[in-house]
């Protein structure tokens, strides 16, 4: 059965910490990994990696693929109350399906 | 604003009405999703509609009614729902089916409550 599982399932930490999320995946046909950030209702995009071992980076975030151990991590340096959200990590496969995992959620303190 | 607009925001119905839901975009893309997003369980997928047609159906039960009459809009027409379908209902669109190098806007939700 395909599935993503992500972990932890929630993590608090305060402003300036770094945090790893963690994504692993075990999806038949695999074409990429999405990875969202859910505030309140709708998730919005961050990256989708489809290259193992390239990072992609956007300020502060950073994630990378892992396609030998079938996992990915998303990365926050100097995290800020803002980044407080379920970030969710989703896998492509044939060519349109999506499975999501059930998220980390991340409650970041002044 | 992500350019997808879910209306109404918000909805409590009772099991024997008929409600629908919403969905517009204006972005110029081919694809569109419904999504049900229910506490402590990963976002699932629903429907998928490319250019109007619908292509995915994970196994919904049928007082879930998708209609698209063109690319810009998506329903999903309910009836005869259960409580166990109170859930946030996430439409999504894309540029084209998600795959290479394409990802999807999501709209804000529909807060459904079936009491």
């Known amino acids: 059965e395909d599935k993503v599982v992500q972990s932890p399932l929630s993590l608090v930490v305060h402003e300036g910490d770094t945090v790893t999320l963690n994504c692993s995946y075990e999806?038949?046909?695999?074409?990429?990994l999405l990875w969202y950030k859910q505030e309140k209702k709708a998730p919005t995009f961050l990256f989708m990696l489809?290259?193992?071992?390239i990072e992609k980076k956007s300020g502060r975030l950073s994630s990378i693929l892992d396609k030998k151990e079938l996992f990915s991590i998303l990365n926050i340096t100097a995290t800020q109350t803002g980044d407080s959200a379920v970030y969710l990590c989703?896998?492509?496969?044939?060519?349109?399906?999506?499975?999501f995992g059930t998220g980390t959620r991340l409650q970041v303190f002044p | 604003e992500t350019g997808v607009t879910q209306t109404p925001r918000h909805l409590v119905m009772g099991m024997t009405n008929k409600k629908s839901l919403k969905c517009e975009q204006h972005l110029g893309h081919n694809a569109m999703y419904w999504y049900k997003q229910s506490a402590k369980k990963p976002l699932e997928l629903m429907f998928v509609?490319?250019?109007?047609?619908?292509?995915e159906n994970n196994s919904v039960p049928s007082r879930f009614s998708p209609e698209c009459p063109n690319s810009s809009h998506l329903f999903l027409h309910l009836h005869t729902l259960q409580p166990e379908d109170s859930a946030l209902y996430l439409c999504?669109?894309?540029?084209?089916?998600?795959?290479?190098?394409?990802?999807?806007?999501f709209g804000q939700g529909t807060r459904l409550t079936v009491v």
């Open positions: 999806v038949t046909n695999f074409r990429s």
């Open positions: 989703a896998g492509i496969y044939n060519t349109d399906k999506l499975i």
């Open positions: 999504a669109s894309s540029q084209d089916l998600q795959g290479l190098n394409t990802e999807a806007f």
């Open positions: 489809t290259s193992s071992g």
């Open positions: 509609y490319n250019f109007k047609e619908q292509t």
